[in-house]
Structures are given as C-alpha cells and as structure tokens.
T-cell receptor, first 115, second 113 residues
C-alpha cells in the first residue's frame, strides 16, 4: 500500500512569491496535518484537517492557509514568502482523531527554499 | 502550554554501546508520548509510543517508559548499530480530541563502527 505522498519533492521560490504544496494521505485516512521543520529543529504544527474541516491551527501567520478536498488530499498554501519560510514541510495522515486511529504517518516532505 | 525537552546532541557512540536519550515533558492532563526517528533525507517514522502512565513502548530493540511522576519518557537501547544513526524526536499529543503533536528539538545519534 502507498504511504503518504507529497509533491513536489523540492521547490525554490523567490521572496514575495506564493507556493502550493500537495499531500495525498494513506488510503482510508480522513485526517491530514501539516508541519514545518526548520533545519536543526523539531517539526512545528501548522494545521490539521479532518473530514474537510479545519480542526486545529498552530501559531503561524495568516499567510499560511490550507484546505482538504473530498478525496481527503490536501494543499498547503503560503503567500508572500519570506526567507524564514525555508524549511521542510511535512504532511501526516491519520485515520481519525481519537483512539488508535489518531496515530500519524508522515510523508517524506517538501523541501522549500526561499531566496 | 505543553512542551517537550530533549537532551542536546549530537550523541556519538561506538557500535554495541548502550544508548539513552533523555526526554521530559510539560503537559496538563494525560498526554500520549511518542518517539519518532528521521533518517537522512527522509520524513519521520514512528518508533514507539505509550498512551498512559507506566506504559512501556518498544520496537526494534528500543524502549521507553512513560513516567508520570518524573514527567519523562527516556529512550533506551541496549546495543546500538551503525544503522541506528539518525535524528530522534520525542513528541507528545495532549489530551483532547486532536491529533496535534508537539515535538522536542531532536537529538542526533551517530554510531561509529
């Protein structure tokens, strides 16, 4: 079975541009979460979506937005890119929000470089 | 708020040495605790977990015990291998109906032959 997939693998953007990152969860999983991992640090929670609704938001500016589609795939959008947005963006999927189904499985990530 | 603190790395060991990576947490209620591993150029893989006090999580020779009295979840392995070289993250999920994970800063382990 396919795991969590993310695209693109790598991306280089210029300050002020906009970027869209994509994630496909494990088949049957209905929840997708996004994390930002700056080099040398642990991942920081950005968003969680479950059944196409936002269920959690981390401490990130409004330049960050996301959505989940009927097939449970998800997009993370970042507007007006800053140099500090350079990071590995990780997507995680889980079956649900409670009990054993909340266990999160991570994708390989998208490496975003802002120049 | 909830937080996780890990021992700073890097940790450098010889093959077959004993490993301990310390992790302590601050949380209200009854969080679930996790160890994730990240190999170079890859995403995170769940290594083990514990969902209540005194639970012991184990996998691939690694173990960690959920100690509520000391708010700790230290990772141990009796005999490390070169292939264990990676970055290890301790994480918690707070009580409540959310999947949000809070991670420590990570500890790099390098095992030399």
């Amino acid at each position: 079975d396919a795991g969590v997939t993310q695209s693109p693998t790598h991306l280089i953007k210029t300050r002020g541009q906009h970027v869209t990152l994509r994630c496909s969860p494990i088949s049957g999983h209905k929840s997708v979460s996004w994390y930002q991992q700056v080099l040398g640090q642990g991942p920081q929670f950005i968003f969680q979506y479950y059944e196409k609704e936002e269920r959690g938001r981390g401490n990130f500016p409004d330049r960050f937005s996301a959505r989940q589609f009927p097939n449970y795939s998800s997009e993370l959008n970042v507007n007006a890119l800053l140099l500090g947005d350079s990071a590995l963006y990780l997507c995680a999927s889980s079956g649900g929000l409670a009990g054993v189904s909340y266990e999160q499985y991570f994708g390989p990530g998208t490496r975003l470089t802002v120049t | 708020g909830n937080s996780v603190t890990q021992m700073e790395g890097p940790v450098t060991l010889s093959e077959e040495a004993f490993l301990t990576i310390n992790c302590t947490y601050t949380a209200t209620g009854y969080p679930s605790l996790f160890w994730y591993v990240q190999y170079p150029g890859e995403g995170l893989q769940l290594l083990l977990k514990a969902t209540k006090a005194d639970d012991k999580g184990s996998n691939k020779g690694f173990e960690a015990t959920y100690r509520k009295e000391t708010t700790s979840f230290h990772l141990e392995k009796g005999s490390v291998q070169v292939s264990d070289s990676a970055v290890y993250f301790c994480a918690l999920r707070g009580s409540g109906n959310t999947g949000k994970l809070i991670f420590g800063q990570g500890t790099t382990l390098q095992v030399k032959p």
